[in-house]
DNA sequence: GCAAAAGTGTTATCACTACACCCATGG
DNA sequence: CCATGGGTGTAGTGATAACACTTTTGC
């Protein structure tokens, strides 16, 4: 058996939507573009899937070249295939998006892209339907974060709950009243206490948690309702 | 500017995983593949993406080409591109679920498939994989549809709250209480009271229902908690 | 000793679960 | 008149939201 005859092969490729926390913002790793067309345009990183590649492994190397990193958290957002949306010649973008520490130290980002973490309130324009895309990554983590615990993929593996309401805060552009989050959050049972403090963001110190990564793997696709309702998430 | 070189291209489809609800089962649309290879075995419909259409265009014209049907409500699910998911050459293709009323009049199967209806309970193997599609299809239909009012999608227009509970249970495989169950429909406030009954399934006869179709398209995303954690979906 | 952030408890409301009986009708 | 499925109400429980004061400590 040859090929389908009479059909046209198109380039397939992944695009990252890379999601960072500085401990204030939520931010986007961006790079400018190193070549025509569009070269030196902010995009997201991508790359073409290989013939022997699949599209995880792809978008993997993909992190990988540009962060240094491996094993972070990464899926599927969809598939984005209008037939101009690249220029050139009919490329079909298999988007996926990501969570990392911001902070990690095996975070190395390469001098090849120009990379740079951009706040979401300051994105610049982006190529092709790269924004589009962004806008797409955002309100699928604004969905997937109200009932699943994602959002500690955007944190070191210690941190404080006075930390992680920043970064609710920070994801749903809202308020939450500090002692029913906290309940919120231990309820869930998927924190532990730690014995020391971060005395960087007060003079008191906050206690440190970590994840209990039993319980984690075992409820991460329960529904725990982390935020109720807010606004009309998709 | 020409084209990206030294890149592979490759063929891109789409698949359609359509979901029917014959008033006690839900079913899936399946043909028997009509060439090479894989020759006369049960598979998705599917098609080739064409040089100048979108992914929704092309899945919308399989499912229409399969069905007679336009408008119908379809979402991708997500893109499928393992290197040797296809044995002639390598195919990417990206999934695509659809809810349909099962009896409305529109429907006309077209004869060139060989389409039926297949419970889910009996499912054969499919080629390639599409038996891996239908699973996803279908535990994002249980997960989206706990959420938002989407198993409606399945109905015909009008419909009582008994042929909706055998429609949720038969979605999630269990069974919910009738007092519950009506108290938590109507608390959402998408359904009118029709002033006449349907007699076929009891003597006495149960009001039909519509959707409130303002209501329905305000409150779609909103989350609506129509099964309370049915187990422990993604 | 004071400014700044951490930590904690109570009350009212609402949504969910479990559960049992009467109603309307065709045969 | 009876069998079948349709329709409704209540009480107990658990989760949520609103709200204010005390603790710690670096300066």
Same mark, same amino acid.
């Given at each position: ?20 926390? &500085? ?9 400018? #573009? ?16 290989? =013939? &022997? ?6 978008? %993997? ?11 972070? /958290? $990464?899926?599927?957002?969809? %598939? ?5 949306? &690249? =220029? ?6 298999? %988007? ?36 589009? $895309?962004?806008? $797409? ?5 604004? /969905? ?23 970064? +609710?805060?920070?994801? /749903?552009?809202?308020t939450f009243d500090k ?24 003079? #008191?110190?906050?206690? /440190? +948690?970590?994840?209990?990564? #039993?319980?984690?793997? %075992?409820?991460f696709n329960a529904f725990?309702?982390?935020?109720? &309702? ?5």
């Open positions: 058996m040859k090929r389908y005859s009479g059909q046209t092969r198109m380039l397939v490729a992944v695009d990252c939507i890379i999601f960072g926390f &500085d401990g204030q913002e939520l931010k986007l790793l961006l790079i400018k #573009r190193g070549f025509e067309p569009e070269k030196n345009k902010w995009s997201l990183m991508g790359g073409f899937v290989q =013939p &022997d590649e699949s599209f995880e492994t792809a978008a %993997a190397s993909v992190l990988h070249q540009m962060t240094g990193l491996e094993g972070v /958290y $990464m899926e599927q957002l969809l %598939a984005f295939g209008e037939p101009d949306r &690249d =220029p050139v010649e009919r490329t079909v973008s298999i %988007a996926y998006f990501t969570l990392i520490d911001i902070n990690q130290s095996k975070l190395q980002l390469s001098d090849n892209y120009h990379a740079e973490w951009i706040s979401l309130h300051e994105l610049p324009g982006l190529i092709f339907d790269h924004s589009h $895309m962004v806008e $797409m990554a955002l309100e699928k983590l604004r /969905y997937k974060a109200a009932i699943h615990p994602l959002l500690f993929e955007l944190l070191p593996s210690k941190f404080t709950i006075p930390q992680l309401q920043i970064l +609710y805060e920070a994801v /749903y552009d809202v002692r029913n989050f906290s309940r919120k959050v231990l309820s869930t049972g998927l924190l532990v206490k730690q014995k020391d403090k971060d005395k960087l963001s007060s003079k #008191r110190g906050a206690f /440190y +948690y970590k994840l209990d990564k #039993r319980k984690y793997n %075992a409820k725990l309702n982390f935020v109720t &309702d807010p606004g009309n998430l998709k």
